[in-house]
């Protein structure tokens, strides 16, 4: 329940997936397409992160850690502002 990136990180700093971790395929079944969505969304969410600051409505109702459970795990809906960077 604790967000910690640092989990992904062999002990020299690099990334090292998770092994149940397979949304692309494993081995000569994997989507041809994944580095492409991989630099994309890259590319999307820094641009995002440049442009805004993403603030909840109200900074004294956080948004809950609790999720919503199916195929994955969802987060509750919430309501959050973009702030444009100057």
């Not at 910690?4 to 990334?15: H, I, K, V």
């Not at 969304?41 to 805004?52: A, I, S, Y």
């Not at 809950?64 to 809906?77: E, F, H, K, N």
């Amino acid at each position: 329940m604790k967000f910690d990136p640092e989990r992904y990180l062999s002990a020299d700093g690099c990334f090292e997936p998770h092994p149940n971790n397979i949304s692309f395929g494993v081995g000569k079944h994997r989507c041809i397409g994944e580095k492409l969505v991989e630099v994309e969304l890259f590319v999307f969410f820094t641009t995002l992160l440049r442009r805004f600051k993403i603030l909840p409505e109200n900074e004294f109702d956080l948004p809950s850690t609790q999720y919503r459970p199916g195929i994955t795990l969802a987060p509750l809906p919430f309501n959050a502002k973009f702030v444009p960077r100057i």
